[in-house]
């Protein structure tokens, strides 16, 4: 007797929607990352997350996320490289999140979409509950040195 539970499973992965965003990694000059609370009427709701979103056809890594953080935080970052990327399946879909070190070139940002933003020191990111997706992320900024060890 064939065991098909691989198989159903497989299937079921097959038909999931991808999805392919990044997120931004902004620290200020306080050495704070800036962390986004997903609001109630959002995927995953009442989480907090790196902020960002899908990136579209024809964008690069960078651009995407520039043009996500405006639409969504009302200002202008420089997207730096890849900080983590992680795969993580949900109930209804699987994300492929690009985390990438960003830095604030303009405006303040505002929650248009979430419903809070906090800056957090690294050693404080566990104090918050995270979507799943971004919990890799999480642990390899804990982990990083921050803007002034580098210097």
């Known amino acids: 007797m064939m065991d098909t539970t691989n198989t159903k499973e497989n299937e079921v992965a097959m038909m999931k ?7 931004a990694v902004i620290e200020n000059e306080n050495q704070e990352i800036l962390c986004a609370l997903r609001s109630t009427n959002m995927l995953i709701p009442n ?14 890594l960078q651009q995407a996320l520039e043009r996500e953080i405006f639409e969504e935080l009302a200002c202008e970052i420089t997207a ?7 795969v993580h399946e949900y109930e209804t879909f699987i994300i492929q999140l690009i985390s990438l070190r ?4 303009s405006g303040t940002p505002t929650a248009t979409e979430h419903d809070a933003l906090i800056w957090l020191k690294r050693d404080n990111l566990h104090s918050l509950v ?6 890799p992320a999480v642990n390899a900024v804990i982990n990083q040195k921050t803007k002034a060890e580098n210097v």
Do not use: C, S, T
Request: hydrophobic letters at 40%.
């Open 17 to 23: 929607k991808k999805v392919k965003v990044v997120a």
């Open 80 to 86: 730096h490289e890849v900080i983590n990327e992680h």
């Open 47 to 60: 989480m907090w997350e790196f902020p960002g979103g899908k990136v579209e056809d024809g964008e690069n």
């Open 102 to 105: 960003a830095e604030l070139k």
């Open 130 to 135: 995270w979507a799943p997706a971004d919990i």
